[in-house]
């Protein structure tokens, strides 16, 4: 990834231009939108608080879970193919892998962190999925898999995602192991970025999971 790197105008501008662009699609929060068209009123202001798929499908019904789901996930793709689109353009062919890593991490920052929205949003499992299917379908593969049995075993959605976010570097790594990849390294460390970002954002779920207060589902709160 990084071998025929050259830094020069041509990487900042794409650089910059990545991540701006990726951050400020994952800034618009499709469960905050959704919920005001449907009903007025703020998602985070119900349920869990948390401005996401779930916590949509438990308020406002399946129809509005629905757009969320798409909406997020296709954060998470989009972003990654704007990073391959500048780094291809501005970088060259070489640095396509780095353009979407880019993509990934500031579209997911947006989906925590959006400034549309006082810096308050969900906890990023669509958008990281949509960005993953993107840079590596195995690996989508290995957490969805992942995902299913947690949820089927336990109907705890909370812990499923965070059993997904785990499998995120371990997956990435024994796929680049056995592909003899020369960016594990970069790319295990980077996925066990994405999963401790993920992990903080569910530590709420991860107190009430302790103390067996976690909501199941197909409950409503």
Excluded at 94 to 109: A, R
Excluded at 137 to 166: E, N
Excluded at 172 to 177: E, N, T
Aim: charged share 10%; glycine share 10%; net charge positive.
């Amino acid at each position: 990834m990084f071998e025929n790197l050259t830094l020069n105008w041509q990487f900042f501008v794409a650089v910059v231009v990545i991540l701006v662009s990726a951050y400020l699609i994952g800034s618009i929060n499709f469960a905050i939108i959704t919920t005001k068209v449907k009903s007025h009123e703020d998602i985070r202001d119900y349920g869990s608080g948390n401005a996401g798929m779930t916590n949509v499908l438990r308020t406002q019904g399946k129809g509005p879970a629905a757009v969320v789901l798409a909406g997020d996930f296709l954060k998470g793709v989009v972003s990654v193919g704007i990073g391959y689109l500048f780094a291809w353009w501005l970088m060259g062919a070489d640095s396509l892998k780095l353009g979407g890593y880019i993509g990934f991490l500031f579209v997911l920052l947006g989906h925590l962190f959006p400034v549309f929205y006082q810096f308050k949003g969900g906890k990023g499992i669509l958008a990281s999925a949509g960005a993953i299917i993107a840079l590596e379908p195995i690996v989508f593969a290995a957490i969805l898999l992942t995902f299913i049995i947690v949820v089927l075993c336990t109907k705890i959605v909370s812990l499923a995602s965070i059993c997904a976010a785990v499998m995120l570097p371990i997956s990435m790594f024994i796929l680049r192991l056995l592909q003899n990849g020369q960016d594990i390294v970069f790319e295990t460390v980077f996925c066990c970025v994405v999963t401790a970002l993920v992990i903080f954002m569910h530590r709420q779920n991860i107190a009430r999971l302790a103390h067996g207060t976690e909501n199941k589902f197909g409950k409503k709160k």
